[in-house]
């Protein structure tokens, strides 16, 4: 089974650019969570979506940060525009959540690393 | 606001040693508490744990959760360099959707 794919797997770029990574979820897990891992904050929920639609984005740090899921099978984290301390390993992860459901685990993909210069 | 602590942050042992990291939590809306190894890349999964003083076992390593003093205990036993990781608690608290909090791992090192 192909797990979550995430692109790219390295991102280097000027910082004022516009950066979007992207994330295919496992096939029929219906909830998607983009994190962030950095040394001094551990990794954290950016925002979590659910059958598509944005359920807590109570995470993404700033305007310029966006995310979305056009369809069940893609979505995109987009920072624009990128600073140095946006510099970080951007992790997409995926489970088969349902509402009232006994709840599962979520599935990392091998996440962007990101270095904003 | 909801927190995970881990303990130790970083542990060095020997092959066929055997270890125990720790993971406390003080969370509201308790769902579940999980465990995962991180190498190179990302998280992978190793445990789920709901219940109180039910164990999960992987071959070399297993998991306890207690809900009344709010921790769990991974144990790896006969350790091996392959081991060697970084070990992530996290809880999920469902408040509306499901939230991972993650604690700040412990980075265990099996030297040969």
């Known amino acids: 089974d192909a797990g979550v794919i995430q692109s790219p797997r390295h991102e280097v770029t000027e910082m004022g650019q516009e950066v979007t990574l992207r994330c295919k979820p496992i096939s029929g897990h219906n909830s998607l969570f983009w994190y962030r891992q950095t040394m001094m904050r551990g990794l954290e929920l950016l925002i979590y979506f659910n059958n598509n639609v944005p359920i807590d984005d109570s995470g993404m740090p700033e305007d310029r940060f966006s995310a979305k899921m056009p369809n069940a099978s893609f979505s995109t984290l987009k920072i624009q525009p990128s600073e140095p301390r946006d510099s970080a390993v951007y992790f997409c992860?995926?489970?088969?959540?349902?509402?009232?459901?006994?709840?599962?685990?979520?599935?990392f993909g091998d996440g962007t690393r990101l270095s904003i210069l | 606001e909801d927190k995970v602590v881990q303990s130790p942050l970083s542990l060095v042992v020997h092959e066929g040693d055997t270890v125990t990291l720790n993971c406390s939590y003080e969370?509201?809306?308790?769902?579940?508490l999980l465990w995962y190894k991180q190498e190179k890349k990302a998280p992978t999964f190793l445990f789920m744990l709901?219940?109180?003083?039910i164990e999960k076992k992987s071959g070399r390593l297993s998991s306890i959760l207690d809900k009344k003093e709010l921790f769990s205990i991974l144990n790896i036993t006969a350790t091996q360099t392959g081991d060697s990781a970084v070990y992530l608690c996290a809880v999920d608290v469902r408040v509306g959707g499901s939230r991972l909090t993650f604690g700040e791992g412990t980075q265990l090192t099996v030297n040969p």
């Open positions: 709901t219940s109180s003083g």
């Open positions: 992860a995926s489970s088969p959540e349902a509402a009232g459901a006994v709840n599962q685990p979520q599935h």
């Open positions: 969370v509201t809306n308790f769902r579940s």
